[in-house]
């Protein structure tokens, strides 16, 4: 179904993508660089929070004028059809829209006679991006009357994409979490222990699995002054192993 010259592309394509470490970036990079292989009038790469609302920080609008970018965040994106798969989508999928309802039926819609054909993008198609159940992004193509829908090979592009942006944006995205989850558990300690700034820095290489003299090189003072910080800690949180204090930290 692709050419050689179209293969290399695509190669060419994800190599880029994964040299990427922030979700933003790979969104622009995908956004610009796959009309050469799939023509589009207008697209969006939008991340979405927990409760399904969108990460405006993080998205990326691509041939919208402001106006346009602010009603579908603020109206459109609550009526758009694509929603409807959020609820079924246990893996991430590829997804046109004039496969997904009848023509007659879709053209009916809200989200089409208000948004779409006023825009001049009658025809969509994209992929939404799930990890443990959870819907965590949405890549979505526009085309105008002029270009036509979106063909067999169109969408079997986006299907070799899928997989490789699932892949390395739930990784980003997901560490960035844990990370913020870590931060909140040390945050706790200091309100709940009452531990100093120097003890909270111990705390976390200790977290971290280092031991007393790793420790003293890293902050740079010496094994007795880090067994006294450790021994600080341990009456503070009212523990006498590295077990016993990591199972109090990350439990409150």
Avoid: C
């Avoid at 106006?67 to 965040?73: G, I, N, P, T």
């Avoid at 819609?109 to 025809?123: A, H, L, N, Q």
């Avoid at 992929?127 to 829908?149: E, H, M, P, W, Y």
């Amino acid at each position: 179904m692709l050419k050689n010259s179209e293969w290399n592309t695509i190669n060419t394509i994800l190599l880029d993508l994964y040299s990427l470490s922030e979700e933003k970036e790979i969104a622009s990079k995908v956004l610009s660089v796959l009309r050469l292989l799939i023509p589009f009038s207008k697209g969006y790469f939008i991340f979405l929070d927990e409760n399904e609302k969108i990460n405006m920080e993080e998205s990326i609008f691509l041939g919208f004028d402001e106006k346009s970018k602010s009603e579908y965040v603020e109206t459109y994106y609550e009526k758009d059809y694509l929603k409807y798969l959020y609820s079924f989508n246990t893996d991430s999928s590829v997804y046109k829209d004039s496969a997904m309802l009848e023509d007659e039926i879709r053209k009916e819609t809200d989200f089409y006679k208000s948004f779409m054909e006023p825009s001049g993008i009658p025809f969509g198609a994209g992929i939404v991006l799930v990890k443990n159940n959870q819907v965590f992004a949405v890549f979505n193509l526009f085309r105008s009357s002029t270009l036509g829908d979106f063909s067999d090979k169109d969408m079997y592009v986006l299907n070799i994409l899928k997989k490789h942006l699932e892949n390395m944006l739930s990784k980003i995205i997901f560490q960035k979490k844990s990370s913020q989850t870590g931060e909140e558990v040390f945050t706790r300690a200091v309100e709940n222990f009452s531990l100093s700034a120097r003890e909270i820095d111990v705390l976390k290489l200790l977290a971290d699995g280092r031991s007393n003299i790793d420790i003293s090189e890293l902050i740079n003072v010496s094994v007795s002054t880090v067994k006294k910080h450790v021994y600080n800690i341990f009456n503070k949180v009212g523990v006498n192993s590295r077990t016993q204090l990591l199972n109090m930290i990350y439990a409150r």
